[in-house]
């Protein structure tokens, strides 16, 4: 068990719906990751979070959005949801700013979109 | 911008025998490297991580890996593997002091048999 917490596990919805995915870092953690896996892409960094700032940015599409509260949960929100968002959201925690440590991952939300 | 070669996509072992799953990175500054695991249904974990020092690393479950930076490589060993060793590995890249992305290899799917 990483400490990360995701929900939901799974999720299934239909194109142009809008859904939020919801990850609670390892206590004391400041920043988080949000990582999108598919077969055809493997794993894309989307974006990054510390301590409610956003921290950098990946390869997260204009449809998709992202915040951290203050009480460092983090929030995924997909909208005009297309059949290519279908795919595995990873969330991951780390206590700094800065990737030289380890990341620690939780089980993902496995996303369909029918 | 770095990015991340893993030239094999699956690699099937008899148990007890030596694995290597390569890797390659490509990157115009210093790195650190990782080794991450995802066994069936779970999220990733840390097998081991380059930050600086001994290009030898060893990580959990007998695992070692080793930086050459000549051939910008990070090839991961065990010399005897086990059916639990039956998992997705993923080796990826971090830039030292630039962007605090984690970019990942597409994944090498280790398969021992008995």
């Known amino acids: 068990d990483s400490g990360v917490t995701q929900t939901p596990k799974h999720l299934i919805t239909a194109t142009g719906q809008r859904v939020t995915l919801r990850c609670s870092p390892r206590?004391?953690?400041?920043?988080v990751y949000w990582y999108q896996q598919s077969l055809d892409q493997g794993l894309q960094f989307l974006i990054q979070y510390y301590n409610g700032e956003e921290r950098a940015k990946g390869n997260i599409l204009e449809r998709f959005s992202a915040q951290q509260f203050p009480d460092l949960h983090s929030e995924l929100n997909l909208s005009s949801l297309e059949l290519g968002d279908s795919a595995l959201y990873f969330c991951?925690?780390?206590?700094?700013?800065?990737?030289?440590?380890?990341?620690?991952f939780g089980e993902g939300s496995r996303l369909t979109v029918l | 911008a770095q990015s991340v070669t893993q030239l094999d996509s699956q690699v099937p072992v008899f148990e007890e025998a030596p694995v290597e799953l390569r890797c390659n990175y490509s990157s115009s500054v210093s790195v650190y490297l990782f080794w991450y695991v995802q066994y069936p249904n779970q999220g990733l974990q840390l097998l081991l991580k380059y930050l600086s020092g001994s290009t030898l690393v060893k990580g959990i479950n007998g695992f070692e890996a080793e930086f050459n930076k000549s051939q910008t490589s990070f090839h991961l060993r065990k010399p005897s593997v086990h059916i639990s060793d039956t998992a997705e590995y993923f080796c990826?890249?971090?830039?030292?002091?630039?962007?605090?992305?984690?970019?990942f290899g597409k994944g090498t799917k280790l398969t021992v048999n008995p």
């Open positions: 206590s004391g953690d400041l920043s």
């Open positions: 991951a925690s780390s206590p700094g700013a800065r990737v030289a440590g380890e990341l620690f």
């Open positions: 990826a890249v971090s830039e030292r002091g630039g962007s605090e992305k984690l970019v």
